[in-house]
């Protein structure tokens, strides 16, 4: 168990339609971080934040959107939702130690667009 | 810019053979060396990482990757394979410069043959 919490575990919808994962970093991390898996693309990074503040940001589509709150959980927003966008995603948060960087992954949340 | 090439999207072993899994990296700085495990339906679980140091790396399970500056190569070893080792490996690198980016390899399927 990373510490890390994702929900839901599945999802399931239709195209068009808006759904919001969440996640909850582990106790002490600031960074969260949200990748998207799937077969054709494997693990890409989508977004990080940082106590709050967007701090980077990967291949991110504009229909998708994220924010960190005060109490440090993250939401994932993905709107107009297409076939392509059935994938697992990840949450994960971080620690930072002696200059190094180590993230911890949550268990993911399948979603599955029909 | 960085990079992570991992060789071989599949690898089988018979059990109790030796596991090699190999990595390669490209990196303008001195990397963060990192390699994660996801078994079925789970998400990533970190095994070992490498920031600077001793170059041979052990991490959790038996497992032990080797830095080689000369090669660009982070190779995963282990001795003697068991049938929980079946799962799908990722390597990873990073960097101090650029903590926050890290930058996933295509990952490489590992099957043991009973």
């Known amino acids: 168990d990373s510490g890390v919490t994702q929900t839901p575990k599945h999802l399931i919808t239709a195209t068009g339609q808006r759904v919001t994962l969440r996640c909850s970093p582990r106790?002490?991390?600031?960074?969260v971080y949200w990748y998207q898996q799937s077969l054709d693309q494997g693990l890409q990074f989508l977004i990080q934040?940082?106590?709050?503040?967007?701090?980077a940001k990967g291949n991110i589509l504009e229909r998708f959107s994220a924010q960190q709150f005060p109490d440090l959980h993250s939401e994932l927003n993905l709107s107009s939702l297409e076939l392509g966008d059935s994938a697992l995603y990840f949450c994960?948060?971080?620690?930072?130690?002696?200059?190094?960087?180590?993230?911890?992954f949550g268990p993911g949340t399948r979603l599955l667009v029909l | 810019a960085q990079s992570v090439t991992q060789l071989g999207s599949h690898v089988s072993v018979s059990e109790g053979a030796l596991v090699l899994l190999r990595c390669n990296y490209s990196?303008?700085?001195?990397?963060?060396l990192f390699w994660y495990v996801q078994y079925p339906n789970q998400g990533l679980q970190l095994l070992l990482k490498?920031?600077?140091?001793?170059?041979l790396v052990k991490g959790i399970n038996g497992f032990e990757a080797e830095f080689k500056k000369s090669e660009t190569s982070f190779h995963l070893t282990k001795p003697s394979a068991h049938m929980s080792d079946a799962a799908e490996y990722f390597c990873a690198v990073s960097s101090y410069s650029s903590a926050s980016k890290i930058i996933f390899g295509s990952g490489t399927r590992l099957s043991i043959r009973p």
């Open positions: 990196s303008s700085v001195p990397p963060y």
């Open positions: 106790s002490g991390d600031l960074s």
């Open positions: 994960a948060s971080s620690s930072r130690s002696g200059g190094l960087e180590t993230q911890y």
């Open positions: 490498y920031t600077t140091g001793a170059t």
């Open positions: 934040y940082y106590n709050g503040e967007e701090r």
